[in-house]
C-alpha cells in the first residue's frame, strides 16, 4: 500500500481541529486534531486506508450514542462513518434483505422496515446510532439484538482489504461483537433479514419496544445504560438500591427514573461522568461486591480515572 499523501491535500474528507461534543449524544468531548469524514463508500476505504498507513491507531465514531469522549485535545485520528448512509432493500420471496452502509442510522432502517411491513427489527425502536454501531456493540433490547437479524457483516481488516462475512462467525456475545470490539476491523456495511409481516403487525411490535422503555428517561442527553448488566442481574437495580438515583458531579446527574443512566444536565464534562460513574461503581461494589463493567466505550480518557475508586 502506498504511503499517504500530507492530510487535506487531495482528500476532502480529512478536517482539522474539529468538536467532537455535538457529534455524540452525551454532548460532551474535546476537539479531534484530525477527523476523517467520508461522504461515500469508496471514500470510506480510503479514509480507512489512510488511517491505516499513518500508523497511529484511529477510533471509528459512529451516532455517538454509546461513547464518552475525553475533554482534552484527540490526538488518535476520529473516523466518522456518519456520512456514508445507504440503505436499500430487496425482497426475495418471503424474506426481505435491507443493505446498508454503516453509517446508516438503525432508527432509519427500521423506518424502511415499518413502512413496507416486514418485521425482525422492531426490537431497534429507540435504540439511536448507526447500523456500525449497533453491529459493534451488538446493541438491542428484551426481545431481540443485532445478532438475531443481521446475516452478513462487511469490515475493513488491518490490512486494508475488504471481507464480508456470515453473521454466525462474528462471535456475538451479550453487547458485544467479538470480531470487531478491540480489533482494529471497521464495519462498512451490513445486510439484515427481515420476514413478512404487515405494516400493522410491525407497527405494534415497535409500539410495544417503546412502552418497555417508559422506565428509562426521555428528552435528555445520555448515552444510554452506563454499565453492562452483570450476568443474571440488573445493573440498575443494583445502582438504584445503592442508592446512586440522583447523585451528582458537576453536570453530570444519576437520573432519577434509571439508575444506570448518566445525564448531562448542562454544561457538563467528560471528567463529571467519569467521576460519578465511579463513585456509582463503588457504591455498587461496597454494598454487593458485585464489579460493574461499562457498556459504554471510551475516548481520551484515562483509564486510571475510570478505574478509580476500586
Ligand atoms: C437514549 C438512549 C437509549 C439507548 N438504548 C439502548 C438500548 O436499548 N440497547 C442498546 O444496546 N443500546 C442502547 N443505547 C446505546 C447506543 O445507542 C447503542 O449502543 C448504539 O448501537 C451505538 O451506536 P453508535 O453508532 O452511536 O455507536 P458509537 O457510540 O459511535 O460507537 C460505539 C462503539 O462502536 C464503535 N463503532 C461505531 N461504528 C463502528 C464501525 N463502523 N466499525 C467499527 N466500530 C464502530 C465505536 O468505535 C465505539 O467503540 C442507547 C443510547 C441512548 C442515548
Known amino acids: 500500500m502506498s504511503k499517504a499523501r500530507p492530510p487535506g491535500s487531495v482528500r476532502p ?19 479531534a486534531e484530525t477527523l476523517l469524514a467520508p461522504r461515500s463508500r469508496d471514500e470510506l476505504i480510503d479514509a480507512v486506508r489512510w488511517a491505516q498507513s499513518e500508523g497511529e491507531g ?18 488518535v485520528p476520529v473516523l466518522l462513518t456518519a456520512g456514508v448512509s ?11 434483505f435491507i443493505d446498508c452502509s454503516a453509517g446508516a442510522k438503525l432508527s432509519n432502517v427500521l423506518g424502511i422496515a415499518i413502512k413496507e411491513g416486514w418485521s425482525g427489527l422492531e426490537f431497534a425502536a429507540g435504540i439511536p446510532g448507526t447500523v456500525g454501531g449497533a453491529i459493534t456493540g451488538n446493541a438491542g433490547a428484551l426481545t431481540g439484538s443485532a445478532a438475531s437479524s443481521v446475516v452478513k457483516v462487511r469490515t475493513l481488516e488491518e490490512d486494508g482489504e475488504t471481507v464480508e ?21 471497521v464495519v462498512t456495511g451490513a445486510s439484515f433479514k427481515l420476514s413478512v409481516s404487515t405494516g400493522e403487525r410491525v407497527r405494534a411490535g415497535v409500539k410495544e419496544a417503546i412502552e418497555a422503555r417508559r422506565l428509562q ?16 442481574q440488573s445493573a440498575g437495580m443494583l445502582l438504584d438500591k445503592a442508592g446512586c438515583k440522583g447523585l451528582v458531579q458537576g453536570d453530570a446527574r444519576v437520573s432519577s427514573v434509571h ?17 460519578l460513574a465511579a463513585m456509582c461503581r463503588k457504591m455498587v461494589f461496597d454494598m454487593f461486591g458485585v464489579t460493574l463493567d461499562f457498556e459504554i466505550k471510551t475516548l481520551g480518557v484515562e483509564e486510571e480515572m475510570i478505574y478509580a475508586g476500586l
Open 13 to 31: 474528507f480529512v478536517l482539522h481541529s474539529r468538536p467532537l461534543a455535538p457529534l455524540t449524544t452525551w454532548g460532551v468531548g474535546g476537539v
Open 259 to 275: 439508575a444506570n443512566f448518566i445525564e448531562n444536565a448542562g454544561g457538563c464534562s467528560a471528567r463529571d461522568i467519569v467521576r
Open 217 to 232: 428517561p426521555v428528552g435528555c442527553r445520555t448515552a444510554g445504560c452506563v454499565f453492562k448488566n452483570p450476568q443474571g
Open 58 to 75: 484511529f477510533f471509528t465514531l459512529g451516532g455517538g450514542s454509546n461513547v464518552l469522549i475525553g475533554d482534552g485535545p484527540i490526538n
Open 86 to 96: 445507504d440503505i436499500e432493500l430487496r425482497v426475495e420471496g418471503a424474506s426481505a
Open 165 to 185: 462475512r456470515d453473521s454466525a462467525d462474528m462471535g456475538w456475545s451479550y453487547r458485544r461483537c467479538g470480531l470487531i470490539e478491540g480489533s482494529g476491523r
